[in-house]
């Protein structure tokens, strides 16, 4: 249990200290102080902050904007349901256990052996990252404020960056990969020819249809994951060890 | 965006988020054990994250351009193969894209 709350730490650590970018980037693109405050004590789920942000500073629509976060945040509820059984909390527990199930709370939380580790491992990531990712959130926007032009600081590469090491992790399998080059073609074909924000809607739309199409993968324990986790017992736990190496 | 759409977009989005996350806390597990749903789930993340780097590097307003943040990017890769923390990669890519400028390219 000393382990999960000391794994806890380091990621919260690790995480929170980016919350820096996202707040610099934030208010670079044209969303206030507390707006950007607003973002990560409400919506807090960061690939969703910075997916939101992005189309905000492309120029995108409001509703391109919701629809790129809020599929993003689709993985949650897989999430939600993965540590939900392993938390046993109701009442506004419960509530407070929703807002903070994201990647690196649902990833320590089940790479515990016991109960009370895994317990203890979910509300040290949860609530450390929750106080150190706004913390540094505010940072990054009060120095973001102050920094002038973005691009003399490299800010419009680091937002490229920050977007290629969230899915690092995720493209260990082959399907992951394929799924990655269709979105590279699609969203590239589409930047001249629709509005900002479109590009990545039409890469997850190519992405659900593959999902639905395809069946299990054939060669998961190849792959070095079986990622896929649609065996009994096993369900959600692949998609999470995936994110485990999230924000070391 | 005007600062009342900016707002509704803002908390919008934010009331989403909480409705997926606790959804997932309240629905019986046995909805989502489908291989298909998870399957599905997860190649939806990748394709918009993948998305969001190609639009975030290679994207002007609708004009695609190669500039500063291409090998910005490919710094990035090279450190995540090397396994680099996070905050390590963004600021690499930041600082590559912000030498280049100084530089006078891109």
């Given amino acids: 249990?000393?382990?999960?709350?000391?794994?806890?730490?380091?990621?919260?650590?690790?995480?929170?200290?980016?919350?820096?970018?996202?707040?610099?980037?934030?208010?670079?693109?044209?969303?206030?102080?507390?707006?950007?405050?607003?973002?990560?004590?409400?919506?807090?789920?960061?690939?969703?902050?910075?997916?939101?942000?992005?189309?905000?500073a492309a120029g995108g629509s409001p509703l391109?904007?919701?629809?790129?976060?809020?599929?993003?945040?689709?993985?949650?509820?897989?999430?939600?349901a993965v540590v939900s059984p392993l938390l046993g909390v109701r009442g506004w527990r419960r509530l407070a256990a929703a807002q903070l199930t994201i990647d690196e709370s649902t990833a320590v939380a089940v790479g515990q052996r016991d109960p009370a580790a895994t317990r203890a491992?979910?509300?040290?990531?949860?609530?450390?990252?929750?106080?150190?990712?706004?913390?540094?959130?505010?940072?990054?926007?009060?120095?973001?404020?102050?920094?002038?032009?973005?691009?003399?600081?490299?800010?419009?590469?680091?937002?490229g960056a920050a977007f290629l090491a969230l899915v690092w992790p995720r493209l260990a399998e082959r399907r992951a990969q394929l799924v990655a080059a269709l979105a590279v073609a699609v969203s590239a074909a589409?930047?001249?020819?629709?509005?900002?924000?479109v590009p990545v809607l039409a890469a997850a739309a190519v992405a659900i249809v593959v999902g639905l199409v395809s069946g299990p993968p054939r060669t998961a324990a190849a792959t070095g994951g079986g990622t896929d986790g649609d065996t009994d017992g096993r369900r959600g736990r692949g998609a999470v060890d995936e994110d485990a190496e999230e924000g070391r | 965006?005007?600062?009342?759409?900016?707002?509704?977009?803002?908390?919008?989005?934010?009331?989403?988020?909480?409705?997926?996350?606790l959804a997932g806390h309240l629905i019986?597990?046995?909805?989502?054990?489908?291989?298909?749903?998870?399957?599905?789930?997860?190649?939806?993340?990748?394709?918009?994250?993948?998305?969001?780097?190609?639009?975030?590097?290679?994207?002007?307003g609708q004009a695609v351009v190669v500039d500063a943040r291409v090998p910005a990017l490919a710094v990035a890769a090279l450190?995540?193969?090397?396994?680099?923390?996070?905050?390590?990669?963004?600021?690499?890519?930041?600082?590559?894209?912000?030498?280049?400028r100084a530089l006078g390219w891109g």
Wanted: proline share 3%; hydrophobic share 60%.
């Fill in chain 2, 28 to 60: 019986p597990e046995h909805w989502l054990a489908a291989g298909r749903v998870q399957r599905t789930s997860t190649l939806v993340t990748v394709a918009l994250l993948v998305s969001l780097v190609v639009v975030q590097t290679f994207a002007d």
């Fill in chain 2, 1 to 21: 965006m005007t600062t009342t759409v900016l707002w509704a977009t803002v908390l919008v989005a934010s009331l989403a988020s909480f409705a997926l996350k």
């Fill in chain 1, 190 to 197: 589409l930047i001249p020819l629709v509005p900002a924000g």
């Fill in chain 1, 121 to 159: 491992g979910f509300w040290t990531t949860g609530v450390g990252v929750f106080v150190l990712w706004n913390a540094f959130t505010l940072v990054g926007a009060l120095a973001g404020d102050a920094l002038g032009d973005p691009r003399a600081w490299g800010l419009d590469a680091a937002a």
């Fill in chain 1, 64 to 80: 391109a904007a919701v629809a790129t976060s809020t599929m993003l945040g689709v993985r949650n509820t897989l999430y939600g």
């Fill in chain 2, 79 to 100: 450190a995540l193969a090397l396994r680099a923390p996070f905050i390590l990669v963004v600021v690499l890519a930041a600082a590559t894209a912000a030498g280049l």
């Fill in chain 1, 1 to 56: 249990m000393r382990a999960a709350v000391r794994q806890g730490t380091s990621v919260a650590v690790a995480t929170g200290l980016y919350g820096i970018s996202f707040g610099a980037l934030s208010v670079v693109a044209g969303v206030s102080v507390p707006q950007t405050m607003a973002l990560s004590l409400l919506l807090f789920s960061g690939g969703s902050q910075f997916a939101l942000i992005g189309v905000v």
